[in-house]
């Protein structure tokens, strides 16, 4: 599995961007890059995957690094729902091997 | 659709006893599995089951067993319930077709304190 690392701690202020960084340099050429974030007493909620381009959906935008050993998840307009702990996964489909998640990135949100 | 569902929600043992937590997804997943999480830390897989009929160990499965009872139950089972299993318990499913398996499913998850 490739490791990550994530800031342990992080804060924004309500309506403002914020980008969320990931380190994994030890990714393989087949990993995808998951984002999963975690609000107060529930379980984990998808966000975001991609692979090597760029990838925006309804929640984030995910810009993954050229050289692949880095990621960094925005949201471009932080509300207080968004107050969660955000997971960076490198993940392979075809080893088919479950996500494995690190201790991630508390967002914290400031109206 | 309900998506993925956890009985009980919280439960409360004493050492010794035995408990089965239940998880059913309605979204014709293929591959299911259990996660626990202690407080502060990240998720850790118990077991998975990557389709019916069968089932693997994962990261931390001593004292736990499951059972792929169907396509859309799993089930996860302490037969002597010790402190050091409170925790946060979450079931997850996940479809088919490379590129979507890391696109999981979670359950609002059971929360168990062993006394």
């Known amino acids: 599995d490739a490791k990550t690392t994530q800031p342990n701690s992080m804060e924004s202020n309500e309506e403002e961007p914020v980008h969320l960084p990931c380190n994994h340099s030890t990714i393989s050429g087949t990993d995808y890059i998951h984002w999963y974030r975690q609000l107060p007493s529930q379980g984990p909620e998808y966000v975001i995957h991609?692979?090597?381009s760029n990838v925006n959906n309804r929640m984030a935008s995910l810009a993954i690094a050229e050289d692949r050993k880095s990621s960094t998840l925005i949201l471009h307009r932080a509300t207080l729902r968004d107050a969660a702990v955000y997971y960076c996964?490198?993940?392979?489909?075809?080893?088919?091997?479950?996500?494995?998640f690190g201790k991630g990135t508390r967002l914290s949100v400031i109206a | 659709n309900a998506g993925v569902t956890q009985t009980p929600k919280f439960q409360v043992l004493k050492t010794g006893q035995s408990m089965t937590l239940q998880c059913a997804q309605d979204m014709n997943h293929n591959s299911m599995y259990w996660y626990r999480q202690d407080p502060g830390m990240g998720l850790r897989l118990i077991y998975y089951s990557a389709s019916e009929g069968t089932t693997d160990k994962g990261e931390v499965p001593n004292g736990y067993n499951v059972s792929r009872l169907n396509k859309r139950e799993f089930s996860l089972r302490l037969e002597s319930a010790a402190p050091s299993q409170t925790s946060v318990y979450f079931c997850?499913?996940?479809?088919?077709?490379?590129?979507?398996?890391?696109?999981?499913?979670f359950g609002p998850g059971t929360r168990l304190t062993v006394l």
């Open positions: 991609g692979l090597t």
């Open positions: 996964i490198p993940f392979s489909p075809w080893v088919g091997t479950p996500l494995v």
């Open positions: 997850a499913s996940n479809p088919p077709g490379t590129g979507f398996v890391g696109t999981q499913y």
